[in-house]
């Protein structure tokens, strides 16, 4: 009899892994393509070289007109020629009042099995940053790096532990609304999660501190050129409008976080068995602290220190390119494969010794790589299934002739149900804000009312996306979906009200 009850217990449920989550998505998404009609806006795109506009209608014919603001005008286009010109926009715009459904181009079986292939394709750039950013952990883990200094840090934040949670997501928040740090925050997680389990904390403290500290950041986005300005751009209408009311938002958003990650890490810390993750912890510390003893931990020298220094050193260089340099995945990738060879030169190891450790440091990251190019092969399907303007189209005939501030808190419902099918931000924007900034002329709100319920939609469905970074952040960490589901819903509920309620306010302003 006791048997089996305990056969029982043993084969209770487990929360499928990330690829079954993701897999099961696609094919929903695929179904969709039978469901949804498939609908096409004829798109607008700037030729600099021959200074002319070429228009693609739904057919796929290419036609020209002359670059000119009577060409704009023409095509109810209320934006300045110089947004064109100056290079702001440079993705193609949907063009208003010509959606034309076409003829239904549903994705079978092979294309759901050859996706995510193309996804994978698609993402290598991000895929091999990863990769070698998991060669640096391990080399960094294997000279005793982390373990030294997660011991100094440990001693000197001794009770006072919260304010390493309030440093990450105020520095985090910080990159997102300012260039939508997202993507960049992967290889954080190896690094503080060692930091915030040591400090009595759980993984989920630490998912919570770095993937929202960005989100919060990118969905409260003030001058963030690739969704806040280019989303202004492409509705006609100065970055700098809202601005203000953007920027009290973003603080008052990131306290109401801090807040919320407080009482949680609070009760953790408390008692573990608070944590929504208790029965995994054993497994996790194993992988991040399974070399650490703080009572036999190897000096942090010289070495040790030069080696931290250089490693994250590079990570404001990292920003600074991205932010300013025009940098991407190959040139985040390059500079930390300079970064690894520095390392192997510093760190005593022979030759053979340092080249396998890299190779095992980046095949620990090899699912979170899949995971990425996977997530990319839902949005593939959907694209070639040609349903995304068709939603759009659905979305704007909704909200025309409402009263103001129900057009606002609509118009976020409908950004985040578009977010979900467009996880790019200057995708969204660049295909939204051409048919919904109009609308807000039609009920007498400002259009950038529209830029921010576009920001905080897309941004607040990205807190559960799993088509966006959330599932590879999990794998990194060995966190299942469910359990974040649980942790970060309520948080959900409060930001989602909270922002709507702020929507509203500035309708009255």
């Known amino acids: ?42 798109k607008l795109q700037y030729d600099s070289e021959q200074d002319i506009f070429l228009i693609e209608n739904h057919q796929g014919e290419i036609s020209t007109l002359p670059a000119t603001q009577k060409t704009l005008n023409s095509l109810n286009i209320r934006m300045s020629i110089n947004k064109f010109t100056d290079g702001s926009i440079k993705k193609p715009i949907a063009i208003p009042d010509t959606y034309q459904r076409i003829q239904q181009s549903p994705q079978g079986p092979l294309a759901v099995i050859m996706s995510p292939i193309e996804g994978i394709m698609d993402t290598v750039d991000i895929m091999v940053f990863v990769l070698i950013l998991g060669g640096i952990i391990g080399l960094v883990n294997k000279t005793g790096t982390f373990d030294a200094g997660i011991a100094a ?68 986005s003030t001058v ?6 280019i989303a202004s751009n492409a509705a006609g209408i100065s970055f700098n409008e809202g601005l203000t009311f953007r920027i009290i938002s973003l603080i008052l958003a990131t306290i109401i976080t801090l807040l919320y990650i407080y009482r949680y890490a609070k009760k953790v810390k408390r008692d573990p068995k608070n944590s929504l993750i208790y029965e995994d912890m054993g497994k996790i510390e194993e992988r991040f602290l399974k070399d650490y003893d703080p009572e036999n931990v190897a000096p ?61 440091g980046a095949a620990d990251l090899v699912g979170v790589a899949l995971i990425i190019g996977i997530a990319r092969a839902i949005n593939i399907v959907m694209d070639n299934g040609m349903i995304s303007d068709t939603l759009l189209y659905y979305a704007s005939s909704i909200i ?80 299942t979906y469910n359990k974040w589901i649980k942790f970060i819903l309520p948080l959900m509920g409060i930001i989602g009200v909270f922002s709507i309620v702020m929507l509203v306010i500035q309708t009255l302003l």
């Open 400 to 479: 025309r002739n409402m009263n103001g501030g129900i057009f606002a808190a609509v118009q976020m419902i409908l950004f985040s149900f578009l977010g979900f099918f467009i996880p790019s931000s200057s995708g969204l924007a660049t295909l939204s804000m051409p048919i919904m900034a109009p609308l807000a002329d039609t009920v007498g709100v400002s259009r950038d009312i529209v830029v921010t319920a576009y920001n905080w939609g897309q941004g607040w469905m990205a807190f559960i996306t799993p088509t966006g970074l959330i599932l590879a952040t999990l794998e990194m960490v060995d966190v």
């Open 224 to 229: 963030n050129p690739f969704s806040v300005v």
């Open 1 to 42: 009899m006791n048997g089996e009850k305990k056969n029982k217990k043993e084969k209770r449920f487990e929360f499928p892994t990330a690829f079954t989550v993701l897999f099961i998505i696609l094919i929903l998404a695929a179904i969709l393509t039978y469901i949804v009609p498939a609908g096409f806006y004829s």
């Open 300 to 360: 942090f020298n010289w070495r040790r220190i030069l080696i931290l220094v250089i490693f994250l050193g590079a990570f404001p260089f990292m920003i600074w390119g991205v932010s300013k340099g025009g940098w991407w995945f190959p040139e985040m990738a390059t500079l930390f494969l300079a970064v690894a060879i520095i390392i192997i030169l510093l760190s005593g190891l022979s030759e053979k010794e340092a080249i396998n450790t890299f190779i095992n």
């Open 153 to 220: 840090l440990s001693k000197r934040t001794k009770g006072k532990e919260f304010l390493l949670v309030v440093f990450v997501v105020a520095l985090i928040a910080l990159g997102g609304t300012t260039f939508g740090l997202a993507e960049e925050t992967i290889a954080l997680y190896p690094i503080l999660m060692p930091v915030f389990i040591a400090s009595g904390y759980d993984a989920i403290v630490c998912i919570a501190a770095i993937y929202m500290g960005s989100s919060i950041g990118s969905m409260y």
